[in-house]
């Protein structure tokens, strides 16, 4: 689906944010007059990609430009002050134009997967913004909940859920998130186990901060899958580490 709008500033809109004392996304959303289009996904309706010509105050100032326009599409992405869009990363193109890669946080905590990238080229001009936001946050009951789990018992929980112990490749990583599950917000433990022995794994576990609930969990070292007509057979292959010692890996041999 695709939506197209033209803003215009006028004083008495500056009058008005005056008398609201407004926040400073309220305030952005008064931009100078521009076009855009918005694209939204047809199923779920959320806003996936805008494109425009949309001039910020201040090109040089990227945490600024990304502030600007996200206060000036305030009516399709309906954050409230508790949320921020930071800046984590910039790249520069071969043309010169600049990749801004953002993240939602949420009362200080990331919101998993809610990432974008903004596209501002030479001129000082954002052309483009892909990548959504997750509205009105402040309106999920789950997130008033204490956080009653600890870390060491997120990570815990997910040793027990694989059933044994492993032997880890790197320590087990933890980092509390904003979890959406079918539309409901979770305060969640982001779980990552990486390991080679007994067998090799690499998964992630979500679990919920307040009740310990294992809301996900995916493996991202898939298992191969030999065809039936192919002979094939388990060979133990060597390489070299990240640092210079021999490493052993297991692999299928299938002729």
Do not use: C
Request: charged residues 20%.
């Amino acid at each position: 689906n695709e939506e197209s709008t033209t803003f215009t500033s006028t004083t008495s809109d500056q009058l008005q944010i005056n008398k609201m004392k407004a926040s400073p996304f309220d305030v952005m959303a008064y931009a100078k007059r521009w076009k855009r289009k918005v694209h939204r996904n047809p199923e779920s309706n959320k806003v996936e990609f805008i494109s425009g010509q949309f001039k910020p105050k201040n090109p040089y100032n990227f945490n600024t430009v990304v502030q600007e326009f996200v206060g000036a599409n305030s009516d399709v992405f309906k954050v409230t002050t508790e949320d921020t869009i930071q800046v984590m990363k910039e790249e520069m193109t071969p043309l010169g134009d600049y990749v801004i890669r953002t993240q939602q946080f949420f009362r200080g905590v990331p919101v998993y997967g809610s990432t974008q990238v903004l596209n501002l080229n030479q001129k000082g001009v954002v052309t483009a913004w892909s990548g959504g936001i997750v509205s009105e946050l402040n309106k999920q009951e789950n997130l008033n909940k204490a956080k009653n789990l600890s870390q060491q018992a997120a990570i815990q929980k997910a040793e027990h859920d694989l059933g044994f112990i492993p032997e880890y490749y790197i320590p087990p990583a933890v980092e509390l998130v904003i979890y959406m599950k079918e539309e409901i917000a979770h305060y969640a433990y982001h779980v990552n186990l990486n390991f080679l022995n007994p067998q090799p794994g690499n998964w992630d576990y979500f679990i919920d901060a307040n009740d310990g609930t294992i809301l996900n969990k995916v493996n991202r070292i898939h298992q191969v899958q030999v065809a039936r007509n192919m002979v094939d057979s388990n060979q133990i292959g060597f390489g070299i580490g990240v640092h210079g010692d021999k490493k052993q890996v297991n692999t299928v041999f299938s002729n």
